[in-house]
């Protein structure tokens, strides 16, 4: 079982930007495909975005098209969020997470079975 731990969450200004990381440990997620996903109060864990195993990306919600971009270092067992030009309403708990072996992007959270604790994304306008 691959262990995930996220950082990088803080708290930002409108237009601002962050880069979450997220680091593996375990065994290597070279084979998973990844996601970043998000959680707001009293809301759903919505994905955000998502890279497979062979590099391909997948964004999710049109909220965040164009501004989000994941990236995945795999020799370095490293999956990244980069985030620019944030708003309030991307205020969210972010959580990295990783899918079965060879098996493609999934936009839900059902599919992956491997999560880090989450780090808080906060925007203030």
């Known amino acids: 079982q691959v262990q995930l731990a996220e950082s990088g969450g803080g708290l930002v200004q409108v237009g601002g930007s962050l880069r979450l990381a997220c680091a593996a440990s375990?065994?290597?997620?070279?084979?998973?495909?990844l996601g970043w996903f998000r959680q707001a109060p009293e809301k759903e864990r919505e994905f955000v975005a998502g890279?497979?195993?062979?590099?391909?990306?997948?964004c999710g919600a049109d909220s965040v098209k164009g501004r989000f971009t994941i990236s995945r270092d795999n020799a370095k067992n490293t999956v990244h969020l980069q985030m620019n030009s944030l708003k309030p309403e991307d205020t969210a708990v972010y959580y990295c997470?990783?899918?079965?072996?060879?098996?493609?992007?999934?936009?839900?959270?059902?599919?992956?079975?491997?999560w880090g604790q989450g780090t808080q994304v906060t925007v203030s306008s």
């Open positions: 997470a990783a899918g079965r072996p060879y098996t493609g992007t999934s936009l839900s959270p059902h599919d992956y079975d491997n």
């Open positions: 375990g065994r290597t997620f070279s084979s998973d495909p």
């Open positions: 890279v497979s195993w062979v590099g391909s990306r997948t």
